[in-house]
Nanobody, 116 residues
């Protein structure tokens, strides 16, 4: 059974930092491209960062140079280090495969709120 468990969100002031973690089980983790997605209120979920099996990284422009995705294949973990956070980064953050795992599997997400 596939499971995705995100953690590490919270309330942070603009300019602050957070590190999100995602524990993945039920898949051959080191064969999957993994990504972080986010869904802001009233908007569709979007892919913001990806990491390939060999460590190649990709980001959307809105988070480039501020966010860093990483993975630990030995622990089946994906991380997202976020810095210089802005109010527009407020969203629920999810990890998943890229493309997303079949069957509509998603974790509960972790809420990130950037506000003074």
């Amino acid at each position: 059974q596939v499971q995705l468990v995100e953690s590490g969100g919270g309330l942070v002031q603009p300019g602050g930092s957070l590190r999100l973690s995602c524990a993945v089980s039920g898949i051959t983790f080191n064969t999957w491209v993994m990504g972080w997605y986010r869904q802001a209120p009233g908007k569709e979920r979007e892919l913001i960062a990806s990491i390939l099996k060999d460590g190649y990284l990709a980001y959307v422009d809105s988070v480039k140079d501020r966010f860093t995705i990483s993975r630990d294949n030995a622990k089946n973990m994906v991380y997202l280090q976020m810095s210089s956070l802005k109010p527009e980064d407020t969203a629920v953050y999810y990890c998943n495969g890229v493309p997303a795992l079949s069957g509509g599997v998603w974790g509960q997400g972790t809420q990130v709120t950037v506000s003074s």
